[in-house]
């Protein structure tokens, strides 16, 4: 048993592209599994910056929406490909996550997560404001789905609920091997060193300013692309990506699934989405149960579902599980 | 020439002045120990040196260059490492990951690319190291669960990783039994051969043991210096501070 | 002056000093609350938004602001005091994200609480009817009672705060800014009624802003986010667990929020971010410098 969860925990990346390619099949309905996909692919990209950095940041919905809204708004004013939209998305929300991120890094330890959440909080009442590019408070309607293309080769139609599901999965397929690649490097050692031991990491001569600055905006880089990802989905964006409240949901799915793993923000994603389908099922509150799980989950689970599975499964945490 | 000069250093925090006009010479390979009453500026002295703190007056230099009020993550690159008082290493990571990251610094961090497990030059000094300090074996555990012992070897491996010239041990056997003690005076004895060490400590017998020359602090300055024998035969000393201190 | 009226200007430079003290009222629990505990208090915006729902309640059953005025803090302050002894103590000594998240996911609860209870959209609240009107002041404008009433009270709790950190023995505990000193213990003091008190004060203090807002900004379940953010700000450039530092910045953001709401009111929401990055460019260690415990 200890030796077919070391497996899984190794080959983690694997076991999540296959799972994924499954889910479509066993949910009740293709909306869920394409929603869990995108925002397991937001939470993944926040884990980057909280569970493996050690960064706190209460305004990550800020990349998101930046994603979100650029892939949006060059889908609508111009006749762009699929993969130029969201090439938009994902490089404002570096560019946002670069800017914020400069800003907030000057600041440490607790002042970093409220300036995170003030610059996402600054965000939405620029996006308020600003109609004439993101069209307020009712939003952008009816954002195309354009066909995937690559000129000369393939046009592929994604519009419908299944293919586009796997063209999400493909994303999240090519996400994933680069993340892993990158946090197994020399660069993401660091990463946990500084999560760790910032000091010492400082110590050791590391420049941990401008690392944890890196760290920003990779994590802003793949929030931007669910974002991205999510406007082609509901063709539609608007000022709720950009809402604290949409900040929050990503830090529950974090927290529900587990900080510091590859499994946590799927599992954490596919949790929060199923309970908040079911209970929504009986009331719209839904919030007055999550919010008390969330508690819960601070007071007695902050290593999340799967960092519970992972303690229980192997006892003598002599042996870690370097990933997973 | 000396390794490290330090010239009239000086530390305030608002009134208090914590080290006041410190003078340090230490030469190449020499283990030299700054022993003094607690408060007396030992830990202080340290952070000024290691860039921790800026100094408030005063000049550093170090291995020909002057390193006053360097960042001290530059400093670390140019060849000083600490190892703590209070152990402070990765507790989540595992001890050969610990020691790695240490010797991984000396490369860029910007690499983000390569699998680290892979990397045999990084991976073979940090063998060597856990080696070095008997923790070979324990390579996989995590730093938090290794015992006491362990962990304040583990402090110096990881000090250790950055190849450094210099290297402040901060009362390195503090906490460990007479035995565990032994065993550490025997490692820093072996590692010192290949460097230049500077020694906080209250054990006065490692001190002895140890130390090719010894400074001593009371209430931030310097009252004297020597090699063992002449301050155990200094008379303002002796007051000061052998008079009640273990043995 | 810049082409607007004088009378305006100075109207608009109290009505910036109104919000500078609610601000300075939030700003000084929560950092009343970090400075003795090492917690930031994510959840001081609902609280303050439950100030403003309680005082409706009062409203409605009393039909008495005044009634209100005194059983809000009380009311706000026993249900943080519970929150500290319930929950968050669990978390002192651990890794101060902790408390953070938890208090997070407190306002989460608290706020769709209040969704269920009053439901969605906004309350109107009225001020008491003997501060309806206005006061004419040199014949140069008129300025509304309620906002002098306003003004007046804060001051008078921020004079007796002082008091209390300054001259009374709690204070000078409080002001020791150790969550768990030595020096207390041996005093005999039991330190964890500090912290009771302390979160009670801090709390209590945001529920009375709530309601001493409540007839400017109206009443409704998100009026605590905007608040909250906004009181971070102060908090970022003034200081965590600096009282001087809240009451500066507080009043300084109060009036840079209202002179552009006359000059450039599209920009009003955004302004004070604005001014945070600017002060993280230039000073980032806040107007006075604090090295918070956290820094």
Redo the contacts between chains.
């Keep these: 048993m200890k030796n077919l969860f070391q497996w899984i925990s190794d080959h983690s990346v694997l076991m999540i592209i296959l799972v994924l390619a499954l889910i479509p099949f066993i949910l009740p309905y293709e909306a869920l599994a394409t929603q869990m996909i995108i925002w397991g692919l937001l939470t993944l990209g926040y884990n980057i910056l909280y569970g493996y950095t050690g960064l706190?940041s209460?305004g990550h919905a800020a990349y998101f929406g930046l994603g979100a809204y650029a892939t949006g708004i060059v889908l609508i004013r111009t006749n762009c490909s699929l993969l130029a939209g969201i090439g938009a998305g994902v490089l404002v929300s570096c560019i946002g996550a670069t800017v914020i991120g400069f800003?907030c890094l000057?600041?440490?330890?607790?002042?970093f997560?409220?300036?995170t959440?003030?610059?996402a909080?600054?965000l939405y009442?620029?996006a308020s404001?600003w109609e004439s590019l993101t069209g307020g408070e009712p939003g952008l309607r009816n954002i195309p789905r354009p066909p995937l293309e690559i000129p000369g080769l393939v046009s592929i139609n994604i519009y419908k609920p299944l293919r586009f599901y796997f063209f999400v999965w493909a994303c999240v397929v090519v996400s994933l091997l680069i993340l892993n690649?990158?946090l197994?490097?020399?660069?993401?050692?660091?990463l946990?060193?500084i999560r760790?031991?910032e000091?010492?990491?400082?110590?050791?001569?590391?420049?941990?300013n401008r690392?944890k600055w890196?760290s920003f905006i990779l994590s802003g880089a793949f929030s931007g692309l669910a974002g991205a990802l999510h406007t082609l989905y509901i063709h539609f964006v608007g000022l709720e990506q950009l809402y604290?409240e949409t900040s929050?949901k990503i830090?529950l799915m974090t927290?529900l699934g587990g900080p510091g793993t590859f499994f946590g923000p799927f599992i954490g994603a596919g949790v929060f989405l199923y309970l908040e389908d079911m209970i929504s099922g009986f009331t719209r509150?839904w919030?007055?149960v999550?919010?008390?799980i969330?508690?819960l989950?601070?007071?007695f689970f902050?290593q999340g579902i799967w960092g519970k599975v992972r303690d229980l499964a192997d006892k003598n945490?002599?042996?870690?599980l370097?990933r997973g | 020439m000396e390794i490290l000069t330090t010239e009239n250093l000086t530390k305030k925090f608002g009134g208090l002045t914590a080290v006041a006009n410190v003078d340090i010479h230490l030469g190449k390979n020499e283990i030299q120990s700054i022993i003094g009453p607690n408060g007396a500026g030992k830990s202080t002295l340290f952070k000024l040196v290691n860039g921790e703190l800026k100094p408030t007056r005063g000049r550093i230099w170090f291995n020909g260059e002057d390193i006053t009020g360097l960042e001290q993550h530059l400093i670390s690159r140019k060849g000083i490492a600490t190892s703590y008082q209070i152990t402070n290493i990765f507790p989540k990571l595992t001890t050969f990951e610990n020691v790695r990251l240490a010797v991984q610094s000396r490369e860029t961090p910007y690499n983000l690319w390569s699998r680290a497990r892979s990397h045999e030059t990084l991976n073979g000094k940090a063998e060597e190291i856990l080696k070095k300090i008997g923790l070979w074996d324990k390579r996989d555990h995590l730093a938090a669960n290794l015992s006491y012992g362990n962990q304040r070897h583990l402090e110096i491996g990881v000090a250790l990783g950055t190849d450094p010239i210099l290297l402040l041990m901060d009362e390195p056997t503090s906490g460990l039994s007479p035995i565990e003690t032994r065993e550490t005076v025997r490692l820093i004895r072996e590692i010192a051969g290949g460097l230049s060490v500077i020694l906080v400590e209250h054990k006065m017998k490692v001190v002895m043991d140890l130390s090719d020359n010894i400074t001593v602090l009371h209430e931030g300055e310097v009252i004297a210096r020597g090699n063992p024998q002449e301050i155990r035969a200094n008379e303002t000393v002796r007051r000061v501070y052998l008079g009640g201190v273990r043995e | 002056m810049f082409g607007i009226p004088l009378n305006m200007l100075i109207f608009q430079l109290f009505t910036g000093l109104v919000l500078g003290m609610i601000f300075v009222l939030l700003a000084i629990g929560l950092s009343l609350i970090f400075g003795l505990l090492t917690v930031v208090n994510f959840a001081h915006g609902a609280f303050y938004m439950w100030g403003a729902y309680v005082a409706l309640l009062c409203m409605g059953y009393f039909g008495n602001f005044w009634v209100g005025l005194i059983v809000v803090p009380l009311v706000t302050g026993a249900v943080g005091m519970a929150i500290e002894y319930l929950l968050v103590r669990r978390l002192y000594g651990l890794n101060p994200d902790y408390p953070l998240l938890l208090t997070f996911g407190i306002s989460l609860t608290m706020i769709e609480a209040t969704r269920i209870l009053f439901g969605t959209t906004g309350h109107p609240f009225d001020a008491p009817a003997m501060l309806q009107h206005s006061v004419n002041f040199f014949n140069l404008f008129s300025f509304p009672l309620y906002r002098i009433f306003v003004i007046f009270v804060t001051a008078v709790i921020i004079f007796s705060l002082w008091l209390l950190l300054e001259k009374t023995n709690v204070g000078l505990i409080i002001r020791g800014g150790t969550r768990d000193s030595e020096m207390v213990r041996v005093l005999g003091i039991d330190i964890s009624k500090i912290w009771l008190m302390v979160f009670g004060i801090g709390t209590g203090l945001a529920g009375l802003a709530g309601i001493l807002a409540a007839p400017m900004r109206g009443v409704y379940p998100e009026m605590g986010i905007a608040m909250l953010v906004e009181c971070f700000v102060v908090t970022v450039i003034g200081g965590m667990g600096s009282l001087k530092g809240a009451v500066v910045s507080g009043l300084l953001l109060g009036q840079v929020v209202s002179l552009t709401s006359l000059f450039m009111p599209e920009m009003s929401n955004i302004v004070i971010f604005i001014a945070m990055a600017v002060v993280l460019l230039i000073k980032p260690s806040g107007l006075f410098g604090i090295s918070g415990l956290l820094e």
Aim: with cysteine.
């Design positions: 706190l209460f800003f000057r600041r440490r330890g607790i002042y997560a409220l300036l959440m003030a610059f909080q600054m009442f620029t404001i690649r990158i197994e490097s020399p660069f993401g050692k660091v946990q060193g760790e031991n000091k010492r990491a400082k110590a050791l001569g590391y420049n941990t690392i890196l604290w929050g830090l927290l509150y919030m007055i999550l919010g008390p969330f508690i989950c601070v007071l902050p945490r002599g042996i870690p370097e």
